[in-house]
């Protein structure tokens, strides 16, 4: 591909460097209101510099365009990692809610309780 495009730049010029040289003709040139007395080749230089500033600009909006959609995936990624996050979170603190729900404390004033009495009122865990 490199080959290819390198080979049309060289014919380009090489075509400019022709148009410019062979075309001496004086030209009038309209545009906006205004009459401007050149060459061809002036006509055609000026139509260079037009589409150079026609590919940079392309080239400019493809670029940021590429830039903008990979931003744009970050920021969908990182969305879709907190709301894993949160969901794991949300089942973590429902598991937890759970296991507390179903713990029994003896001694109100012991919070870390470590033997429990059975109904005949021994102690079942020593």
Request: glycine share 8%.
């Amino acid at each position: 591909m490199l080959p290819l495009g390198l080979l049309l730049v060289v014919a380009a010029g090489v075509v400019g460097v022709g148009v410019v040289l062979d075309n001496t003709d004086a030209v009038s040139v309209s545009a906006f209101g205004t009459t401007v007395d050149t060459t061809t080749a002036g006509v055609f230089l000026a139509g260079a510099v037009a589409g150079l500033a026609l590919m940079l600009g392309l080239a400019m909006m493809s670029v940021g365009a590429r830039r903008r959609r990979a931003k744009r995936r970050a920021a969908k990624a990182q969305v879709r990692e907190a709301r894993t996050e949160a969901d794991v979170l949300a089942e973590e603190n429902a598991r937890l809610r759970a296991q507390v729900a179903d713990s029994t404390v003896i001694d109100s004033s012991d919070p870390y309780p470590t033997a429990t009495e059975d109904s005949s009122g021994r102690h079942a865990n020593r």
